[in-house]
């Protein structure tokens, strides 16, 4: 934000100068324009500064598609913009108390008309997983564990490995879990096991993040 200001300060008048027949035509953006131009409005890609500061795209003079607003106060949108106006999905990173906070909302004629919540779990990757299910049993903070191999786990405890971004790890063989966690939590499993007709052994591997707290089961079968 200091570097756009410091921008806008030193070299303002020259832009201003060279771009002066290319205009925005929505108000918080009219001091200063860089970037395409059509018929004498911008148009295409380009930044504008005024009550805040824009990069993207315009359309006839406004703000047009998608695009990134940065605000006095130090609030970042990034989002698409329809005539001037924040529209559709966009995300909000606001600094409260020292910490960015980012949240997705649904906007319309730019005002804010609900917050889009992320899922309650993501699967980031898998490896010779051929079934799975997460799924919320209650309230709570525990995440658990249960690998089911249809050929049998042939790991021993040492290459059995589980992960957790928080929380206590516990073993209640055959099933595993991560107590006292703090969501969102984001958890893996890798361990060695057997094919279905006992021939080879594979790597298990499945890794996943939480969102939403709650009493969670993660049930995996290769």
Not at 33 to 45: E, F, P, Q, T
Not at 68 to 83: C, L, M, N, P, S
Not at 146 to 160: C, K, L, V
Request: proline letters at 4%.
């Amino acid at each position: 934000m200091k570097t756009h200001l410091l921008f806008l300060l030193v070299f303002a008048p020259l832009i201003a100068a060279g771009q002066q027949n290319c205009k925005v035509l929505l108000p918080a953006l009219d001091s200063v324009y860089v970037g395409k131009c059509k018929n004498g409005l911008a148009h295409g890609s380009g930044e504008a500064w005024g009550r805040f500061h824009y990069t993207g795209k315009f359309a006839d003079g406004f703000p047009q598609g998608s695009g990134i607003a940065e605000y006095r106060d130090g609030t970042v949108f990034t989002g698409y913009w329809e005539k001037g106006l924040r529209q559709g999905k966009g995300t909000l990173r606001i600094k409260q108390n020292g910490v960015f906070t980012e949240k997705t909302y649904l906007w319309a004629g730019d005002s804010i008309q609900k917050e889009i919540l992320p899922p309650s779990y993501k699967v980031i990757s898998q490896r010779n997983v051929s079934r799975f299910r997460i799924f919320r049993q209650g309230d709570g903070n525990v995440v658990w564990f249960y690998p089911n191999s249809t050929g049998g786990i042939a790991t021993n405890d040492m290459d059995f490995i589980l992960t957790g971004s928080s929380g206590n790890e516990r073993n209640y063989n055959p099933k595993f879990a991560y107590q006292e966690v703090v969501f969102p939590f984001k958890g893996s499993i890798k361990y060695q096991a057997w094919n279905k007709l006992r021939t080879a052994q594979m790597e298990i591997f499945f890794e996943f993040v939480i969102s939403e707290p709650g009493n969670w089961i993660v049930e995996i079968q290769n």
